[in-house]
């Protein structure tokens, strides 16, 4: 595949990661997450409450302790799947935290094609340091 068409696709992914953020039901931020894999989206995420809880991510506008982040989403919905993360590419709205980082790293994912920036970027450090390939992309 081309560079440029790659970089069409990863725009694509992208903006499709940035609509599925909208089913969050967080106030503060809606994030959006999926991996994709041989040109297929294997998996999805969007941050919240864990299953079963209430869809209230804030109270007196501080995040609740045991929202998820959409990477987290994504990548525990996998470990309940058929399907491997390893080699996928990952996209998500905002760049990954630290503890996202390191599922990322656990799971396999070996691209993260991410929209803005986190107020923090030790997230981002710890994948390249993995070897991770980090790209920044405007939507």
Excluded at 76 to 91: D, E, M
Aim: charged fraction near 25%.
């Amino acid at each position: 595949m081309t560079e440029e068409k790659q970089h069409q696709l990863d725009q694509r992914y992208l903006r499709m990661a940035k609509i599925w953020a909208e089913n969050s039901y967080c106030k503060r931020r809606q994030v959006g997450a999926l991996v994709v894999k041989n040109q297929m989206i294997i998996s999805d995420g969007f941050n919240g409450t864990p299953s079963g809880f209430e869809n209230v991510c804030e109270e007196n506008d501080v995040t609740k302790p045991y929202v998820l982040h959409a990477e987290a989403n994504a990548i525990t919905k996998l470990a309940r799947s058929h399907n491997s993360s390893n080699g996928a590419t990952l996209y998500v709205t905002a760049s990954p935290c630290l503890e996202c980082s390191k599922l990322i790293i656990q799971s396999g994912i070996k691209r993260v094609i991410y929209g803005e920036q986190y107020r923090l970027s030790d997230g981002i450090d710890l994948l390249k340091r993995a070897g991770i390939e980090v790209e920044q992309m405007d939507v």
